[in-house]
């Protein structure tokens, strides 16, 4: 399974790049030669996807490395390291394009002449492919469930929206008012900095042993006590491992019992998660002796 999930980031990567490498040469050309700013900004926005792309191979690459004697617990927050470089990557693109549109209206240096026709009809292709790429990418990190590929598909979105932007600066200069051609660049400064900003946070979440949805944690307990044999539920803890889950389960068994018995209601605790919740990279179980006369009077 994790050879299949990796095989199919690769090839969904291979075709972000190729597209990208398309739509930038084809957006950077728009933009010169119909002499609109907002367009080459956009260009240099879709020419990181292909940066941010090559990262999203590495990261996925080392976390699906086989475990061993320095990661004896797995590599997989190494994508989540990935996604991180690929946030300030992100951010940092998106603060250049804004400073670059406050400084040409701060000193009223207007590009010279009005943007071509080119630049809009770019502006609608990059619309459209790069939409088209948000929801190709997002559905393939959905399946292997993949945050640094989820968050190249998000980038894909952010320079979607800076299309967007360029193309209301772009005919807003057209229409005689080429600062809307500056103020486009930093519209699309903000989008990219909150896109930043939300990959940043999840996947800080995922290295910093975050717990489990409510949901997820509920169905858990209700899977450990339906188990043969188990008295109690004495701890449930959750931790996030990049886009794996670890688990150490406390269960209560009858204190009479023997040994094996209490063994393997526990291994029957560790079996039925590690199944039922594929993300569950393993699970530990602790079993504790309960008194059935004290559980009784109780």
Known sequence: MQNSNERLAMRVARNSIIINIGLSGFKLFAGIFANSAAMVSDAVHSITDLVSTVIVI????????????????????????????????????????????????????YAVGVPGILALIAAVVSIGVKEGVFWYVRAAAKKIDSGALMADAWHSRADGLSSIGSFIGILGARMGFPIMDSLAAIVICLFIIKTAVQIAIESLGKMTDRACDDETVEAMRKTILSQESIVSLDALRTRMFGNKIYVDVEIGVNADVTFKQAHDAAHRVHDAIEHEFPKVKHCKVHANPVEMAEKTND
């Not at 004697?69 to 693109?93: D, P």
């Open 58 to 109: 590495i990261g996925i690459k080392l976390a699906n490395a086989e475990d061993d004697k320095e990661h004896q617990y797995g590599h997989e927050r190494f994508e989540c390291v990935a996604t991180l470089i690929l946030a300030m990557l992100i951010f940092t693109v998106g603060v250049g394009i804004g400073w670059s549109g406050v400084q040409t209206i701060i000193s009223g240096e």
